[in-house]
């Protein structure tokens, strides 16, 4: 899949399942639950054990229109190693730009991670595609309806602090994506197996999203 196509994927899902488990021989139920509920983008983390071949897995036998992408990629070596893995996209909570720049080479989507307008700015000159805002929890969707006037051009992805309540509003307020992590993937439901409530808890996020 080009990158372009892995753009237009993001920017019409909406949201990014940020999948960060120790048990990892949940994560193809965890995947395919959230799948289920409609969630389309799937972020593997690198702290779960053996991401890059979970994420080879997950990119061999995804489902068409699915997106596999790898989170908490710190440096140039663990991108080259998700890319060849077959990852769609790469996500840091940083900006590292020997890391985008293996991205840029290999023309896959990267949305490296800012928190201030000048670390934002850079960011994006440095090459990203999407500029990850982590942590979002202090910044609230107000802090993402002010770049919007001096920085219209940079696509913005909130992580940390976005939930199933306020995902809604920080795409109102000029995020393309959200990232969400713990407060979609709930740790009791996912050791219960209770894939079910999961699904739900998808779908009740993706319908409040309907119309933006």
């Given amino acids: 899949m080009t990158k372009d196509k892995v753009l237009?994927?993001?920017?019409?899902?909406?949201?990014?399942?940020?999948?960060?488990?120790t048990d990892a021989a949940k994560l193809a139920a965890v995947a395919a639950a959230l799948q289920e509920g409609g969630v389309r983008?799937?972020?593997?983390?690198?702290?779960v054990p053996g991401a890059v071949d979970?994420?080879?897995?997950?990119?061999?036998?995804?489902?068409?229109?699915?997106?596999?992408?790898?989170?908490?990629?710190l440096d140039a070596g663990t991108a080259s190693d998700v890319i060849g893995?077959?990852?769609?996209?790469?996500?840091?909570?940083?900006?590292?730009?020997?890391?985008?720049q293996a991205c840029r080479e290999a023309e896959v989507l990267v949305a490296p991670g800012a928190f201030t307008p000048t670390e934002i700015l850079a960011a994006w000159r440095a090459g990203a595609d999407i500029v990850k805002v982590f942590p979002a929890t202090?910044?609230?969707?107000?802090?993402?309806?002010?770049?919007r006037g001096p920085l219209p051009q940079i696509r913005l992805m909130p992580t940390g602090g976005v939930n199933i309540e306020n995902a809604r509003e920080f795409l109102a307020a000029g995020a393309c994506c959200v990232g969400i992590g713990t407060a979609l993937l709930d740790k009791t439901i996912i050791e219960k197996g209770d894939w079910e409530a999961l699904s739900t808890r998808a779908k009740r996020l993706i319908e409040s999203l309907r119309g933006l």
């Fill in 41 to 47: 983008a799937l972020e593997v983390t690198m702290t």
């Fill in 8 to 21: 237009e994927g993001l920017l019409a899902s909406k949201v990014v399942a940020v999948i960060r488990m």
């Fill in 54 to 73: 979970l994420i080879r897995e997950m990119a061999r036998h995804k489902a068409p229109g699915v997106l596999v992408g790898a989170g908490t990629v």
């Fill in 85 to 100: 893995a077959g990852a769609d996209f790469v996500v840091s909570p940083v900006t590292d730009r020997d890391m985008i």
């Fill in 138 to 147: 202090s910044l609230g969707p107000q802090f993402f309806r002010d770049l």
